[in-house]
T-cell receptor, first 111, second 111 residues
Framework: GESVGLHLPTLSVQEGDNSIINCAYSNSASDYFIWYKQESGKGPQFIIDIRSNMDKRQGQRVTVLLNKTVKHLSLQIAATQPGDSAVYFCAENRNGQNFVFGPGTRLSVLP | EAQVTQNPRYLITVTGKKLTVTCSQNMNHEYMSWYRQDPGLGLRQIYYSMNVEVTDKGDVPEGYKVSRKEKRNFPLILESPSPNQTSLYFC??????????FGEGSRLTVL
């Protein structure tokens, strides 16, 4: 079946560098996407979202890019900090409010 | 404080002993959902509810039941738990405009 997936299960970056986490989705009908951050022992927390009528959206130190042509979503984190270490999930929205999540990427920030 | 509350947070039980994991949200959200999280498999949806008395199966509904008798509560019922239901469970709710708010999770072990 169709699903949302991530290209890399783990990502290590130096503190201060920029991080890019990628996500591929397969359902061209999806019109809403979210990035979540999950720290150890906690529930997923909303980072940023984007709708299909947009290509880019920026937040505080984070940017989400949506490429509908190749069905690709990415999360960019500027000046990565130790507190950014977590598992990041992308999710696509189908049929209104029914979300499907990818397996996640573990981001490790190296000192 | 806006929140999704799950109970219990931790539970060890034995095969076949019925259990219920409660979920309550104080944001007057119409949409609620249950996920299980297993290593390498990300968040998989069990059941969701678009409103009171309206529930639908997610991707992995087998072995679970839910009910939505009132807007704020969405309990997850395991009538006869089995070891393959050992997992970390998350409840989430949404107003219908996108973002899912997650609870802190319930770690269940079935012996």
């Amino acid at each position: 079946g169709e699903s949302v997936g991530l290209h890399l299960p783990t990502l290590s970056v130096q503190e201060g560098d920029n991080s890019i986490i990628n996500c591929a989705y397969s359902n061209s009908a999806s019109d809403y996407f979210i990035w979540y951050k999950q720290e150890s022992g906690k529930g997923p927390q909303f980072i940023i979202d984007i709708r299909s009528n947009m290509d880019k959206r920026q937040g505080q130190r984070v940017t989400v890019l949506l490429n509908k042509t190749v069905k690709h979503l990415s999360l960019q984190i500027a000046a990565t900090q130790p507190g950014d270490s977590a598992v990041y999930f992308c999710a696509e929205n189908r049929n209104g409010q029914n979300f499907v999540f990818g397996p996640g990427t573990r981001l490790s920030v190296l000192p | 404080e806006a929140q999704v509350t799950q109970n219990p947070r931790y539970l060890i039980t034995v095969t076949g002993k019925k259990l219920t994991v409660t979920c309550s949200q104080n944001m007057n959200h119409e949409y609620m959902s249950w996920y299980r999280q297993d290593p390498g498999l990300g968040l998989r949806q069990i059941y969701y509810s678009m409103n009171v008395e309206v529930t639908d199966k997610g991707d992995v509904p087998e072995g679970y039941k839910v009910s939505r008798k009132e807007k704020r509560n969405f309990p997850l019922i395991l009538e006869s738990p089995s070891p393959n239901q050992t997992s970390l469970y998350f409840c989430a709710s949404s107003s219908g405009v996108g973002e899912l708010f997650f609870g802190e999770g319930s770690r269940l072990t079935v012996l």
